[in-house]
Nanobody, 113 residues
Framework: VQLQASGGGLVQAGGSLRLSCAAS????????MGWYRQAPGKEREFVAF???????NYADSVKGRFTISTNNAKNTVYLQMTSLKPEDTAVYYC????????WGQGTQVTVSS
């Protein structure tokens, strides 16, 4: 599986961004798609996931502000981010699981105050 993330950028606090991550290759067995982030000087942390059955889960820090979803083909995962805060600034990584865990390249999100 190969992953291509996009959609990061610079936004003011209170603004919105949508991240996308397209999966290609052997995607038929993917049962988990998620987003993680890593801020400067911090460890990578979980943000949200969605399973092939549509179950979602969010980190407490983003609940009510971020929404994870997939397209109908379930080969692209999105992260709609609203009410962004400066502390959301990080490199965001998508990841999928199909028995093995695969990371995408990161996309930078910067939220200015």
């Amino acid at each position: 599986v190969q992953l291509q993330a996009s959609g990061g950028g610079l936004v003011q606090a209170g603004g919105s961004l949508r991240l996308s991550c397209a999966a290609s290759g052997s995607i038929f067995s993917i049962n988990y798609m998620g987003w993680y982030r890593q801020a400067p000087g911090k460890e990578r942390e979980f943000v949200a996931f969605i399973t092939s059955g549509g179950i979602t889960n969010y980190a407490d820090s983003v609940k009510g502000r971020f929404t994870i979803s997939t397209n109908n083909a379930k080969n692209t995962v999105y992260l709609q981010m609203t009410s962004l805060k400066p502390e959301d600034t990080a490199v965001y990584y998508c990841a999928v699981a199909d028995g093995a865990f695969t990371w995408g390249q990161g996309t930078q999100v910067t939220v200015s105050s």
